[in-house]
């Protein structure tokens, strides 16, 4: 008698687009409640193909292009919007609402109005797209206490992450990536369920090292990886955290970290003053992993510049995987 | 002049030969002197608003104008469509909103007013850049990133900028208070310019355009509010992003006129007419272009899953604004065939040196990515990428 041969559940590949098309198709069937507002995102299948096929799916009621007017932004008391921004840059007509309308409303009520909202869109830098196209929003959005501020990497963070947004009671701005969306990752069959969610304010660790702690979030996580590759070549093993979330952040992944490396570099894409290294320095600073470190924490972050147009110097406003490595080493007075 | 033409080779040919047989051939060559030296056109009757009278309907036309304008719109229009080939081939990249089907809003709007004049615009800029005295080289050396661009390479397609012409403005309705204020500017200086200020059938449902209009007209402001409606805003048709669909109307309490923006002359008449208004003291107008552009919003939009190709091909033959112009000078004797074909050969070798030019010149160099951060500042430093790149900015 021969034994059964059981292979590995199927993983499959996904892209960030599809695994956010999923995730908006998922809880837009489980809650009548949710529906999709924004630019282009019903009959034109979204500006970059992200709501695919749902306005076919859901129709118009569910699925709602509207006009050029960000700041339509709906207190609809008791439905649950996701509000696209085709990109965040574009949110910055609506950053009143966001901010004075969405994240502060509860805690002015006292409790009685809750504003179960998710604004979601591209963030950052594309490709060629200039200055006012190019901007990174996780220092100004993960600033205001009222608003979480997720920030997904591969296909499973943008799914689960997305799904526990819809589901929070809490105003979820999610930060996407658009270099990110054609980008197939692995999707476990955990993360192919319709009930996968990822905890909103739980960081996680890609990769696990003893020499030196990376920290970043979006993109930049598959920077790190590719960094710590070529770092390994030379014994120096890098532990890479995936933030997922910027606020509320999980610091205390970072500190235990810190504890077990003794150096941390953080990388971000956006500009450096006020930013997400900024406050990972501060934190690291006020808590026990302080005592832990043997030297600076390191910041790489985008040139403080408005981003150029030229490829050439748009290369060069950006965090590229040789400025980690270089960092890393400088850090570890290599 | 040798043209590319077949009947006009065969015709030298045959000249030639009967010259070189000794016959004595009498060309009647087309001189100058035979073509009419202006004429007068009946144009379409512009929808007003809150006025009592409108543009003229009965224009003159000159033969010089006639052909500055019909340079000036195809050189526009082989440059956008040169552009849309290299953005092809991926020498330009990021965004690009090409103007081509609209060249006639730009021309008859520069026809109106000065170079003093000032002009803004969103992001389908390329035109306007032109005829505010950008030159086609230095446009497509900064569609290419090359330091030769009219932004050395710093801004791309959507952030060009010239004298009296401030962009060229990436967020959509943005521009319009921005317009706005240089009107202001010119007001406060007492120097009789003005300010067209562009924005399109999208932009025109942003609250920001109508907070300006508020103030434009409360303080008389000259400013020449033009908003140029190509039917769909990205993917969205008119009816399906406006209450209102009457552009012209929307200022409330400005007045309006609705002009054929895909007839030159229309557009002269109506912005002379509007330029006067502002001019006198009387404050803002509004003009709404009714236009219509070839291609998707941008290079990434196919631009035919919210329209037809059978709509975009009747507009190209009934309504191309190249056309109708050529049509007019020349069933009026105001040019022939072969001088127009003439200026269509020195046009096209000037895109392509043009294109050859911003494929060749260099990248901007390196030391310059900090530049121009602030101005009149002495040099400063700015942080790179970590902690040890310390880069430097002059202005």
């Known amino acids: 008698m021969r034994d059964f041969h059981r292979s590995a559940p199927a993983a499959v590949q996904m892209t960030v687009r599809d695994a956010l098309n999923q995730a908006m198709d998922e809880e837009l069937e489980r809650d009548e409640r949710v529906f999709l507002l924004g630019e282009e995102v019903a009959q034109y299948d979204g500006a970059y193909k992200v709501s695919r096929g749902l306005w076919k799916k859901y129709g118009d009621k569910r699925i709602i292009d509207t006009p050029i007017s960000e700041i339509n932004v709906l207190l609809q008391a008791g439905l649950r919007p996701i509000c696209e921004f085709m990109t965040f840059n574009f949110s910055m007509q609506a950053i009143d609402q966001i901010i004075n309308s969405a994240a502060k409303t509860y805690y002015m009520s006292a409790g009685l109005q809750s504003v179960p909202i998710v604004f979601r869109g591209p963030n950052g830098a594309s490709a060629g797209v200039a200055a006012q196209h190019s901007q990174c929003f996780a220092a100004w959005y993960g600033h205001c206490p009222g608003l979480k501020v997720v920030s997904p990497w591969n296909s499973e963070d943008a799914k689960g992450l997305l799904k526990s947004a819809i589901r929070d009671e809490n105003p979820v701005v999610v930060l996407e990536n658009e270099l990110l969306y054609g980008v197939p990752f692995e999707m476990s069959e955990e993360a192919q369920s319709k009930d996968f969610t990822i905890p909103i304010g739980k960081a996680k660790i890609e990769r696990q090292g003893n020499s030196i702690t990376l920290v970043a979030h979006s993109r930049y996580v598959g920077h790190c990886l590719d960094a710590a590759a070529v770092l390994a070549k030379e014994g120096i093993e890098c532990e890479v955290i995936n933030l997922r979330t910027i606020r509320p952040m999980d610091v205390e992944s970072i500190e235990t970290s810190v504890m077990k490396t003794n150096h941390l570099v953080t990388v971000e894409g956006g500009w450096p003053q006020f930013g997400i290294g900024a406050e990972i320095c501060a934190r690291i600073m006020e808590g026990p992993a302080f005592n832990y470190l043997d030297s600076p924490v390191t910041r790489v972050t985008g040139v403080d510049i408005p981003m150029p147009y030229a490829k050439i110097l748009e290369d060069h406003s950006l965090p590229q995987v040789k400025d980690i490595i270089f960092s890393v080493k400088k850090t570890l007075n290599i | ?395």
């Open chain 2, 1 to 395: 002049m040798y043209s590319n033409d077949r009947c006009t080779w065969s015709f030298i040919n045959l000249l030639h030969t009967c010259f070189s047989q000794g016959a004595a051939v009498i060309t009647s060559a087309r001189t100058y002197a035979d073509f009419t030296t202006q004429a007068t056109f009946e144009i379409k009757k512009c929808d007003v608003f809150k006025l009592d009278e409108g543009p003229a309907t009965q224009v003159v036309l000159t033969r010089d104008e006639g052909l500055q304008y019909y340079r000036t719109m195809q050189t526009m229009r082989r440059m956008e469509l040169k552009a849309d080939q290299l953005y092809k081939q991926k020498i330009i990249r990021g965004f690009c909103h090409l103007y081509d089907g609209q060249e006639a809003c730009a021309v008859g709007i520069e026809a109106s007013i000065n170079l003093s004049d000032h002009l803004i615009t969103a992001y389908r800029a390329h035109g306007y850049t032109y005829t505010r005295g950008g030159t086609v080289k230095e446009i497509m050396a900064e569609l290419t990133g090359r330091r030769g661009g009219i932004a050395k390479g710093k801004g791309g397609s959507m952030h060009m900028y010239c004298k009296h012409f401030y962009g060229g403005n990436g967020i959509v309705g943005a521009q319009v208070p921005l317009g706005a204020g240089v009107a202001l500017a010119c007001k406060y200086q007492g120097n009789n310019e003005l300010c067209v200020c562009l924005y399109g059938d999208g932009a025109a449902n942003q609250g920001q355009i109508f907070e300006t209009y508020n103030m434009a007209a409360l303080w008389k402001l000259p400013v020449i509010f033009i908003c140029e409606n190509n039917r769909y805003g990205m993917g969205t048709s008119v009816e399906r992003a406006a209450a209102s669909t009457d552009y012209f109307k929307r200022g409330e309490f400005i007045p309006g006129l609705r002009v054929d923006g895909m007839d030159v002359l229309c557009v002269r008449e109506a912005t002379r007419f509007a330029a006067d208004h502002c001019r006198s003291g009387k404050g803002p107008i509004l003009m709404e272009l009714q236009t219509y552009r070839y291609h998707g919003h941008s290079m990434s939009d196919p631009g035919v899953s919210y329209r037809t190709r059978e709509e975009i091909q009747e507009v190209r033959s009934k309504s191309d604004p190249i056309s109708m112009l050529k049509d007019r000078m020349l069933s009026n004797n105001m040019a022939s065939v072969e001088e127009l074909k003439e200026i269509d050969v020195e046009v096209r070798k000037e895109i392509e040196d043009a294109a050859q030019f911003a494929t060749t010149d260099p990248e901007p160099p390196l030391e310059e990515l900090c530049n121009h951060i602030f101005c009149d500042m002495p040099s400063l430093e700015v942080r790179g990428t970590n902690p040890w790149a310390k880069l430097k900015s002059v202005s």
